[in-house]
């Protein structure tokens, strides 16, 4: 068990924060060693758990972004305890309108903020993909209604998986290559 997340989750539960937690971090940990991604797209930092957990997985960057800009100073320094500061940028801002302003490309996305805006964010981030890349979507049980057009469209036009945990289920899709 990493300690050092453990605190974060300790930290999160303390303050109420959700995080994707240890169970379904499993499932984000072994997605990023099998697909061995260069540069993931992450929206929705929240406190870091989900950066610093990837990050310990492969040896690329992490493009993430954060609404909260105080949520994103306590992500910041939790990067710099982590000691994988020079590996993250973190933007801070609303996804939708910094998505567009991004450059380069990603191997994988990971979706754990405003559920309702999951499809925007892919329409939005798609371009930026890879031809061969991943989209890991959370909180795909809990807030299902919520991610209808999103799981519609990637259980339609991506190979796409759900990992349900009883309590909440978390969406792997990936891309068709023509």
Known sequence: MDKFLKRIEDAAMKENLPI????????????VKRYRPNHILEIGTNIGYSSILMSRHFKGRITTVEISPRIAKIAENNFRKAKISDRVTIYVGDALAVIPILQGQFDML????????????????EPKL???????????????????????????RYVSFTYDFGYDAVE????LTP
């Open 20 to 31: 994707l937690g240890p169970e379904k971090g499993r499932l984000l940990a072994d997605t």
């Open 172 to 175: 792997v899709s990936e891309r």
């Open 110 to 125: 990971f979706l754990d903020a405003a559920k309702e805006e999951y499809y925007d964010y892919l329409k939005l981030a």
């Open 130 to 156: 890879t031809k061969d890349a991943v989209i890991v979507a959370d909180n795909a049980g809990m807030f299902e209604e919520q991610m209808k057009d999103f799981l519609d469209y990637v259980r339609n």
